[in-house]
């Protein structure tokens, strides 16, 4: 048998990846002229049957070519996500032109190595822009940045596949004038991070942010002698271990903050859940204007008094419209010992026909009726064919 020259095999392979990048490069610009040519004739940029044709006929393509179908659909369900948040974002920064490529004054909890700041990253992509760094040490502190026009975005976690619900964010919403512009999905990978070389029956100290412990408990419990550091935001508890350099104390963190502070991870994938995802949202001062063809998210605060069957009611008015509901959480009324706000999700357009009907019906039934914002829906995903 030959024998194979690995560095000429690797040399193709790499000619291969640039032709792949030029090639995902040139699909994304023909999305542009996609998303143009749908502004015209007012097409809704989601297409399911479109979608599914078009997993269907490249699968039986990939099969004669030997990929399985399992990996085309991987490959082709992200490039068409990616392609959706493409043309949303230009209608958004077409409906919206102050959403231009720009340097925007963000805040967000901790500074550069947090899952916030990570998500800053994702959402200045989208733009186009650039950051002006305002790192917060409260979420409080995220609010008055915006409210004070100190920051022109805020970017806050609000909610865990795992730890569930962000409470402190939820009850900042409640007396806020700011508005809910975007939403983000990060994905969630806890490491155990050490500054130096040391393995895990040594770890007598760990630190981390309130929200990664918890997401992490699983792990946590089995661990015996050691003591748990909360710390105000990931990116101080990276700081801090990387300050010790201490072969007893480790951190929670992603592995690319590890990098970002110098730190070697010990033990992948220690949370709960190992699809762990973190939901944040983007608030501003001025809401933003959603085009009827995005798939948009509508975001309410209510309350209903105390009256038998008042939520039930309220909801049915949701339903009488064929609005779909994907959130509601429940939150204590400062000054109002036993009385509930509701937090309410629903995959509507604001300015829709239906949406506007069921506001119309739904304020007279409520105590109180605030509207957070309408923003683009980034939960939707492709279904499979």
Not at 348 to 369: F, G, R, T
Request: net charge negative; with cysteine.
């Amino acid at each position: 048998m030959e024998k194979i020259d690995l560095d000429k095999v690797r040399v193709e392979i790499t000619s291969l990846d640039e032709q792949l990048l030029s090639l995902l490069a040139k699909r994304r610009d023909l999305s542009i002229q996609v998303v143009k040519s749908k502004v015209q004739d007012q097409k809704p940029v989601r297409d399911s049957y479109r979608e599914t044709l078009l997993l269907q006929n490249l699968s039986a393509k990939g099969k004669k070519l030997g990929l399985k179908s399992d990996y085309i659909h991987n490959v082709y369900r992200t490039i068409i996500e990616d392609s959706v948040e493409l043309q949303q974002d230009y209608l958004m920064q077409l409906n919206n032109p102050s959403m231009k490529s720009a340097e925007y004054k963000v805040a967000y909890l901790g500074t550069k190595g947090s899952y916030s700041h990570s998500a800053v990253e994702k959402y200045l992509t989208g733009l186009n822009g650039g950051l002006i760094d305002v790192g917060c040490k409260s979420f409080d502190d995220i609010f008055a940045a915006v409210e004070d026009k100190d920051a022109d975005i805020g970017v806050l976690p609000i909610e865990n596949t795992s730890s569930g619900s962000i409470n402190e964010v939820y009850d900042l919403l409640q007396t806020t004038r700011l508005k809910i512009i975007d939403e983000l999905y990060i994905p969630v990978k806890h490491n155990l991070l050490v500054a130096c070389e040391t393995d895990l029956s040594k770890i007598k100290t760990i630190y981390g942010h309130h929200q990664p412990i918890a997401q992490c408990s699983d792990f946590l419990n089995e661990l015996s002698d050691v003591d748990i550091v909360v710390s105000d935001s990931t990116s101080t508890a990276l700081s801090e271990v990387k300050k010790l350099n201490d072969p007893s104390v480790a951190v929670l963190g992603s592995a690319e903050a590890g990098k970002h502070y110098g730190l070697q991870s010990i033990r992948a994938d220690v949370a709960n859940q190992k699809d762990n995802q973190t939901r944040f949202i983007v608030v501003a001062r001025e809401p933003v204007n959603v085009p009827l063809t995005c798939a948009a998210k509508n975001s309410l605060i209510l309350s209903v008094g105390q009256r038998p069957g008042a939520l039930v009611d309220a909801l049915l008015i949701f339903k009488k419209y064929n609005i779909s509901m994907c959130k509601i959480e429940s939150r204590p009324i400062k000054g109002r010992p036993w009385e509930e706000m509701f937090y309410i999700d629903v995959t509507e357009n604001l300015q829709s026909e239906a949406m506007q009907s069921a506001i119309k019906e739904l304020k007279p039934s409520v105590s109180d009726y605030t509207e957070l914002g309408c923003y683009v829906n980034r939960s939707s995903h492709v279904e499979g064919a």
